[in-house]
């Protein structure tokens, strides 16, 4: 599978990935005390709407309006929906877009900086040149973020434990490679023996489900920390749809996180459905005790 940002931007997938960060760094920032923001493949951190359905050579039919398109004009979107949405309009806005419909839409890492407090720090790293060079462009002026062209699981290595203290983890990676998984796995290994503490997201697509239920058995067997899934498919099992969803593993989650995003649940997936058997959850693979 290649799941690279640029063309996928405001999709389902981000809807749900980008609601539920945005709601982890809310719940970070309930302490007073700096925290650092980990990216291990941040992208470019913009993406243009109108570009971004656009492969090497063909144009590629555009996901967002599936996406953020679904939440842009309706009048009643759950708060913590709406708090995502309304990030991604002032962001839209201030780079001048007036039309009616969304055409800049902020990456991960313009989301959490959009939230930063002068306490808090952001280190991003980005293997794929173009993207990095983008992504460097994108931070040029903002105080307190590390942009480095590099593997994220890798870095990631050097950033924990940080002076902090506390950190965030997001793992997001283009899965390009057919032990992606498994990588996933042996970084959040090593990250949690370098700071047990750590707050680890991990996003992930839906295309096989027997290797995602794998990838759940494989991180349990790692005897984490209180560990949750929040995922959100757009068809049932059945469906030709290669990928029919994605989801979220949070390790370490923020205390009653699980309470402010289950209301959001029911109305998502039946808003992002796009066939019959869409459907929005959360599950705790390792219960809090």
Known sequence: MNYRHHYHAGN???VLKHA?????VRAMQRKTKGFLYVDTHAGRGRYDLETAARGDTLERKAEWPDGIGRLWNRPKVPELLADYVALVRDYD???GNLDPQPRFYPGSPRLVRMLMRP???MALFEKQPTEASA???EFARSGGVGVQSADGYAGLRGQLP????RALVLIDPPFESKDEFSQIVKTVADGLSRMPSAVFAIWYPVTERARVDLFFNELIALNLPPTFMHELTI???EHSLKMKGSGLVVINPPWQIDRELMPMNPWLGEVLAQEPGGRAGLRWLVPEK
């Open 12 to 14: 389902f997938a981000d």
């Open 20 to 24: 539920v960060l945005v709601r982890l």
């Open 93 to 95: 806005k201030k780079l």
């Open 119 to 121: 306490q808090d720090r």
């Open 135 to 137: 992504l460097r462009a």
């Open 162 to 165: 940080p002076p902090e203290k």
């Open 235 to 237: 068809a049932g099992p």
